[in-house]
């Protein structure tokens, strides 16, 4: 079993930044790839971002050259580096770890979700 708490959200004006942040207790962190998902209210939980066990990442359009994810196994925290903000970002986003994939079915554990909202 892996838990994950997610932390890092709050209101932003369009433009600005948040960094989220993920710890992961129990099994072995730097085992699982690692992702970033949002959900909007009224669509559906889309990938953000992704960063396998070796540290290669990948992300969505929407958020490419704007966010970026990082990881400290040493720490079993990951993140999610926020810029440019805009308020169609405005969502909860989850962190989740599993398999190195952009689809949710792929990850087993889920955090409880952190509240982004950008306003503009």
């Known amino acids: 079993q892996v838990q994950l708490v997610e932390s890092g959200g709050g209101l932003v004006q369009a433009g600005g930044s948040l960094r989220l942040s993920c710890v992961a207790s129990?099994?072995?962190?730097?085992?699982?790839?690692m992702g970033w998902f949002r959900q909007a209210p009224g669509k559906e939980r889309e990938f953000v971002a992704g960063?396998?066990?070796?540290?290669?990442?990948g992300y969505a359009n929407s958020v490419k050259g704007r966010f970026t994810i990082s990881r400290d196994n040493a720490q079993n925290t990951a993140f999610l580096q926020m810029n440019s903000l805009k308020p169609e970002d405005t969502a909860v986003y989850y962190c989740a770890v599993g398999s190195d994939s952009r689809s949710a079915r792929d990850y087993a554990y889920w955090g409880q979700g952190t509240q982004v909202t950008v306003s503009s």
């Open positions: 129990g099994r072995t962190f730097s085992s699982y790839a």
């Open positions: 960063i396998s066990r070796r540290g290669g990442t």
